[in-house]
């Protein structure tokens, strides 16, 4: 049916986690069919800083019951939290704060970013990128947890670099700087690939902040603030200075946007459904400032393309040279074919916008932050050599979490009333560019909000806010 079921195999469960696991996908399916995303429960976690929080993640694995926060102040601090229902030990069942397992914050240190390992067996659990005394570097840690629940952080090994760790998978990790490169670095035997994007990005002095990077098949999906690009998985190597970097074999740009995700569509149960695809959802930057209402949110996919076949040359697998451009060693079809959208907002003036977050799951469900109203109101000027007029303030309508379930596993039972399997309807016959309702979760009087995260198999939202509270909303 296409419902959201954590990402790894059902031997590995035992009979009461997997009983748990299908009871929670088969209750969230129906949620989402209905259109019902109201929470059933929420818990709130209050810092004793009052630091803004910058980002909030769920830790994958560890019995889904760790959450990270950063905040910023004078410098950053880096904080696990226990986010399980607890109770007193008392007869009465009356739960007590969640609490916080441990920190990590080198003093004077800024965070510029991290990311946590998706393989929770793992003998890291994340990677942090730190400016500290004018230097930068990455800090690959290991959390551990005592008897007691509180967590140990131990750092397994470090770089000097002023790339951002992005994604983290067992022992290999993506990282890329602000402008076209990137680099895979395996921490373990120090061996690494750079890639470096195309010509057609813009100058190397141009900035094009690193959004995401994704491992894909057979290659290494890159995405930044104007740009994507594809490019081969790379032959890891204890290279020198002077080896050359990848190329992309493929890339497009959306224009400028406000936020964008990817991740590789679930496929459906069933013989020949294992090819995944790639999702990708964009939130439109308007730069003209007479027009900022406009903020579409679209909805893209990179399907797999039947004509690809890997280079059997070892002079391409074994090194860095330049990939063939031919359509058959590229493993996706550029460019992006757009599935549907939500139409812009006219008439809804947008305001500001401190979380540009968009989060996508692998079963096509996305929640993001939707920008208050903007003030419209003071003295009004016309032509007409009119004295100047007084308008009022008109209601404001406040941030708000707004969700919509998008092209993938679920909208097969959603939104594609034809019976066409939603894995072989990528010509855009069966369902084309469709319009895509969304629907509000929750809405923020204090319109603060400023970070933001989700899990899709488990239903559960993490909200960051200004005032250094953290929102944890389950569907």
């Not at 954590?6 to 009979?15: A, R, W, Y």
């Not at 800083?49 to 905040?71: C, E």
């Not at 990179?302 to 070892?314: C, E, G, T």
């Not at 003295?379 to 308008?391: G, I, M, R, W």
Request: proline content about 7%.
């Amino acid at each position: 049916m296409g419902f959201p079921f954590p990402n790894v195999s059902p031997d590995v469960l035992s009979i009461s986690e997997l009983e748990h696991s299908v009871c929670r996908a088969y209750r969230l399916g129906l949620k989402w069919r209905c259109r019902d995303t109201r929470p059933y429960a929420m818990l709130t976690l209050s810092s004793i800083y009052s630091a803004p929080i910058s980002d909030v993640r769920f830790v994958p694995g560890h019995q889904d019951k760790w959450l990270v926060t950063v905040s910023k102040s004078i410098w950053s601090v880096l904080a696990i939290w226990d986010i399980r229902p607890r109770f007193s030990n008392v007869g009465s069942g009356r739960k007590v704060p969640q609490r916080k397992c441990g920190e990590w914050s080198p003093k004077g240190a800024v965070i510029k970013g991290f990311c946590l390992n998706s393989d929770p067996h793992s003998e890291v659990t994340l990677a942090v990128a730190c400016l500290h005394d004018d230097k930068e570097t990455v800090y690959v840690i290991s959390v551990k947890e005592q008897e007691n629940g509180i967590v140990t952080f131990t750092t397994i090994t470090s770089a000097y670099t002023h790339f951002k760790p992005m994604t983290l998978q067992g022992d290999v990790l993506a990282l890329g700087d602000d402008f076209n490169q990137t680099a895979v670095w395996n921490w373990k035997t120090n061996e690494y690939a750079t890639l470096q994007g195309g010509h057609n990005e813009g100058d190397s002095w141009q900035h094009n902040a690193i959004t995401q990077i994704l491992f894909a098949h057979d290659s290494v999906f890159v995405a930044r603030d104007r740009s994507i690009n594809l490019f081969p998985y790379p032959s890891l190597q204890v290279t020198s200075r002077n080896s050359t970097p990848y190329s992309p074999i493929a890339q497009h740009s959306f224009g400028w946007i406000d936020g964008i995700t990817a991740t590789l569509v679930a496929p459906n149960p069933g013989p020949g459904k294992a090819e995944q695809s790639i999702s990708i959802l964009s939130r439109e930057k308007n730069i003209d400032p007479w027009h900022s209402d406009r903020h579409s949110i679209e909805h893209y996919a990179l399907f797999r393309s039947p004509l690809y076949s890997p280079p059997h040359s070892p002079a391409h697998i074994q090194t860095n040279l330049p990939y063939p451009r031919s359509p058959r060693y590229v493993p996706y079809i550029f460019p992006p074919f757009r599935t549907s959208h939500i139409p812009s907002l006219l008439g809804s003036l947008r305001g500001s916008l401190r979380c540009t977050t968009i989060a996508l799951g692998r079963h096509g469900t996305a929640v993001w932050i939707s920008p208050q109203d903007r003030a419209a109101g003071g003295l009004y000027f016309s032509e007409d050599h009119l004295p100047l007029q007084v308008v009022p303030y008109a209601e404001q309508l406040n941030e708000s979490l707004s969700c919509a379930v998008f092209w993938g596993g679920m909208m097969n039972d959603i939104g594609d009333s034809s019976g066409v399997d939603w894995e072989q309807s990528h010509a855009g016959a069966q369902r084309g560019d469709e319009v895509i309702e969304k629907w509000t979760v929750c809405m923020n009087d204090k319109n603060d909000w400023t970070a933001l995260d989700y899990d899709e198999d488990t239903g559960r939202i993490a909200l960051g806010s200004g005032r250094g509270d953290v929102i944890i909303l389950f569907l």
